[in-house]
């Protein structure tokens, strides 16, 4: 029988647990949808320009030295069987290309509601965050992958089992890659950059994720210090939703000069479209599970949020 993964995260000193298990067949088929849409995104950005080509190559890269650097550090692995590529450091090759066309779509959906370094960086973590906080349910509910044993963080008010640390941490990896992006690229001219060679193009988007690391490590070291000095689950559950609370108002309050009238890209539409179609085939198999079924009846509402916030650029 053919195998799946597994992720079990655990604390320091804890033993890491990895088994493996055969999922539901529309996880396997939503698995291989998933890696032709990446293949077609590949294609679209490479049509946009080596630009675009080349930061969703920086978006795989990045995802991947993540989950590398983590899976060698024994924080968390995959087990999965043969049909499945993977790359050196037991990393799952289409977890690696989600990195790239998450942040693909919402960076780019991003710079074009409004050109601010700022306001790119924190619409960009969001735009991602939308997507996993619907997604990781699904998956767990699943048996896909599991957090053992529950963290401290983790215990304090769980997102259906998934701890608010890893919505954190995605939030901030995508904030600071955003905004080593748009600091080191976006503030030239499109018109100058079309003339540079392959090796400048590469040579920046390393220097991009390298700004990127350093950022994150600051802002991490922030939530982490914060974590610790607040004591309790109310206090810890007030800092967790002000992380979310604080951008969303940002952005609220950006509202009124946003872009709109943008040519239709549909490349950035395509994946949060896909991942809620995903996540809503996920959640449909665990409905009979009365601890999902309210995420369920949510599920709609929230999508269309979602979806709206990714097609705004194109409004007319």
């Known amino acids: 029988m053919p195998v799946f993964l597994n992720i079990s995260q655990t604390e320091p000193g804890i033993a890491l647990i990895c088994t ?5 067949w529309s996880v396997k088929l939503s698995i291989y949808g998933f890696m032709l849409l990446a293949v077609w995104i590949l294609y679209c950005a490479w049509r946009e320009g080596r630009e675009n080509f080349t930061t969703y190559i920086m978006g795989f890269l ?19 069987g043969p ?20 942040f693909y779509a919402a960076y780019y959906t991003s710079l074009q509601l409004r050109r601010n370094w700022l306001f790119v960086a924190t619409t960009s973590g969001l ?46 990896l995508i904030f ?17 950059t079309a003339t540079l060679r392959w090796s400048t193009f590469l040579l920046r988007k390393i220097k991009v994720i390298a700004l990127a690391y350093v ?14 000095l607040v004591a309790g689950h109310v206090y810890q559950t007030l800092l967790h939703a002000s992380l979310v ?36 085939l996920y959640l449909l198999w665990v409905m009979a599970n009365q601890v999902y079924q309210p995420l ?16 705004w650029p194109y409004r007319q």
Do not use: K
Request: hydrophobic share 50%.
């Open 127 to 172: 735009l991602a965050l939308a997507l996993d906080l619907i997604l990781d349910p699904g998956t767990v509910a699943l048996g896909l992958w599991e957090w053992l044993p529950p963290s401290e963080l983790a215990s304090v008010w769980p997102w259906y089992s998934v701890p608010w640390s890893n919505f954190v941490g995605w939030y901030l």
């Open 215 to 228: 950022c994150f490590a600051v802002l991490y070291f922030v939530y982490s210090t914060a974590v610790s």
């Open 296 to 311: 369920i009846f949510l599920l709609p509402s929230y999508s269309i949020v979602v979806l709206s916030i990714y097609y």
């Open 83 to 102: 049909e499945w590529l993977y790359l050196p450091g037991q990393v799952p090759l289409y977890v690696s290309c989600g990195w790239a066309m998450i």
């Open 176 to 192: 600071s890659l955003a905004l080593a992006q748009y600091l080191l690229v976006n503030q030239f001219d499109t018109d100058q």
């Open 245 to 280: 609370a604080i951008p969303c108002a940002y952005l609220l309050m950006r509202a009124g000069t946003l872009q709109t009238g943008s040519a239709l890209q549909l490349s950035l539409l395509l994946v949060p479209a896909y991942l809620i179609f995903c996540a809503s």
């Open 62 to 80: 990045f995802g991947y030295s993540i989950e590398a650097v983590n899976t060698l550090a024994g924080n968390y692995c995959y087990q999965f």
């Open 20 to 24: 493996q298990i055969d999922p539901h």
